[in-house]
């Protein structure tokens, strides 16, 4: 056995900044090597950023990448840090596995890659990519498509380190049984180092560190997952990256949505075979203190996904250039849980509210508004929108839904008008209950650059609000969300004395359903079976499939669930599939 | 040898209607028994329509399409059509490749089948399923995701139709080399039967009956090619069902865009082994007295680009249950032509165009319309948006950007309150020109159920008109689209005196480098080697490359190139990825 310290660098890369990405690599190197580290990880595609999408079919994007990684082995020695061996994710796209740099990076006539695109990961070594490893499982569900986007690999990468034999894989290849997971024991690595781009779901209990402890003992070693943390698009990376033993102990883990460089120190057997191995140091590590890893804990539940909500927004704000954010305040629970995550992500000052009454709007509803200003310290503007609704009812003759869905395009109208006036990226206020039965306007409260609760349902919303306010009793601060807006019950107020429930099934009743329906893909006679309503479940269903076109023109949002309405939920628009009455 | 009629029914399903798309089955084999077939052919994924997405996962849809695929056979042959034979595409969903109906329709952990969907070919004869195929190639690129939804086959399908041995094949089978196609030969067969669901796209030159002509040649024996034809969300279908001899010669060809039934008769050798055929019928048929195969003439470039539009259209208006469509006409020709589309697709009595003067309107946008409205017989009004304007201009202080973008927003406000009063679905009229480079307003007059020329570059929008018109006056009616808007420089006319060539380069110079970049995926520097401008590279790329979150929220359009905006064409909107300046 030998000593070795391990660094996991659980950081935000950005898709498509190969430089910026780069930075962030050195910067952790550094901050690695004054902590006296022999190995350093970066998750899955960290070069690149993930997922890059027909990115990664681009001739120039793939060459670019391949040029990133060379220039970026290169500097770290430059930097002094030559010594110090790391593993990189990043975009490898060789026509020939042995030679790094070809130009076939072109299509064939079907539009497939010719360049070979591959999930790779870099091992950089004294000035050079001393090793690379090619993702074998491609997954290509839910959100994933790397189908479409990577060949696969099917070679087995071991690198020895400090005299320690460590086999590398990424992400799928972890979830797997069989593949190179199954190898290592065969290869006696002493170190299984896996490399991961795992997107944040809700309700996952602690699958990955069970999964983690599994493979570890199937490997029969030591087990090194270290995460991507950061939003992209619907994305949001938890981070969560861990260490564990054969025995299943946790060694150390980081925290969730938290940028970290996590050390920890190990005891590893020394390699005692030397087939097929890429040998970058032989020698142990002098002997030295070790210290015991840190093991964060896991956030509860409501944690976790107001974490998630949290840095989905911040990043896409910042990612695409924003500062600030406008949104509309009805005094709605909607609104004001959108208005507290945005002030948690982006600070007070840089989170523009407006409330926009119209002739519908109650006392308690400009009340709540100003009292969610008053708590929060975000900036409220009144735009009353009477006279702009009667200057179209002027101009048409609008009754029933169309002048209700008028109000609310007015008022998409105003956010927008003040996002291109002022800057400030528009915040749609929606949630998934709403979302998935349609009960929204279409260019209306619909309008946004992002739309931070589009998968939290009702439900959660009021759990979600309850949680903060109680986290902000707990460290004595105001809790920002007002109760009034917790409590009282929900209504568009596009119509005299307006109730969700005119229109909708209580939402408990009505989210049980969406959750069978949606998530767990159920039948109407499952779902009949399960419990609900017949006549309900037929009701819901219709709603649902029928609101298809407004989901596919609703803005982005952070995924927390198993199926999200966007890259995990692809259906038709025209469609004339109706679940068979049970 | 010996005779055999084959009939290829290219029809237009529905994704989703189960019970309509059998009765198109049943109606079109009482036509093929009165035409005397022996053996008929319907396209991929008939049953289901194509492509279903999604729902190939849901075990509900499953358990309906093997329902549905079995009480098909039995009605066919309670009404008398048992003997005849026919091949119908179907979402087969077996665990088990040896019996049609097991329960195993669920999801795995990981969201993947377990159900096995395949997309499949099943032979009904008899009142049975008297076997079935599975693709084999599962196209995963471009618009197509068959790796999500299905597993793949491996095993041959040959049939005995009127001693005739028949193989069968499912499209990307067809375009693959190696596969099933190369097995034909071997296996003797007298003729490859293949159903296809085969997009629309232009620009391809007459690549499927070449590519028929050499599988044929490889075959060794007749190749017969069903196709569908209709829309489908983005996709247009545009049949070209054809059947060619091994020696490349043209035996029959539909017309496209139409729902034909063609019969075609064919001289085809007796089968000479038993190796793995199922048999429907061993003996000849008697000897008849053949005719020759109609063979349609392909369309010329702008009849085939145009009808793709107008049956793009009608197909999403009519399998979206609507009967009616509303446009704003601004007198220009993006707007014109979409009349001019949809007035062909539905009729002018359907047709509702709003023209919506602002004060910046020209008098001559007024006219023009006015005009357009007198060639077409569609319906007309005029709102004035000036007061509307005047509304918000009052309650906030806008300026540029932002008071340009309100005008336009207000148009697409009064368009949806149109539309909600009267149940029209609103017409898009934007081009892909400027949905490249995210010249359109978002929520103004981006807003639409539907977008016909969204994949129509500007400098075809003026060549579509101009042939519309000639045919027109070739067919001595009345042209529907004014001289004028064709004629003047294009203007959004927001501003006063505004031209498109205030931001935009001239059209021919835009289009040809948005070709390149966007159809062809070439790089900065392959652009600038290539004799576009270095200058406006850099411009068009930034411009194309930061207006993704826009095309993320428009409405889908009929594709009719080769990479659209839409299922083509998948990159984040977060990235920071710009082509390096060569």
Redesign the interface.
Known sequence: MTQLRLALAQVDP?????A?NAEIVVQRMHEAAAAGAHLVAFPEMMLT?Y?????A?????Q??SRQAVVALGQRLAVEGLGELPCVVGFLDSRGDPAGLVTERGD?DP???PRGEPRNAAAVLHRGVLAGSYTKHHL????VF?E??YFVPGSERTVVRVRGVDVALAICEDL?QDGGPVAEVRAAGAGLLLVINGSPYERNKDDVRRELCARRAAEAGCVLAYVNLVG???ELVFDGDSLVVAQTGEVLARAAQFEQTLLTVDLELPLSHTDDGVVVLSADPAPAYDAGAGSVAERLDDDAEVYGALVLGLR??VR??GFASVVLGLSGGIDSALVAAIAVDALGADQVYGVSLPSRYSSQHSKGDAQELARRTGLHLRT??IA??V???L??????G??EE??QA??R???L???S??EGHLVLATGNKSELAVGYST??GDA?G?FAPIKDVPKTAVWALSRWRNQQAERDEQTPPIPPNSIDKAPSAELAPGQLDTDSLPDYPILDALLDDYVEK?R????LVAGGHDRALVERVLMLTDGAE?KR?????GTKIS??NFGR?????????????SP
């Open positions: 950005t898709v498509g900044d190969l910026g950023g997922p890059v999408e027909d990115l079919l681009r001739p120039a994007f060459r670019a299509l079907l539009g497939r997954p290509n569900y839910g498509d189908a479409r979830w939003g992209q698009d990043d896409y990612k695409n735009v009353p006279a702009m009667q200057a179209y002027s101009a048409l003759p609008l009754t839904l169309a869905n008028l395009r007015v998409g109208t105003t927008m008008a003040i291109n006036q279409i260019y309008v650059g893909d039948g109407a006679a499952q076109y596919r023109q609703y803005p982005p198993a199926r995990d939920r692809r259906l038709p628009i025209t469609s004339r599939w109706r679940e068979p």
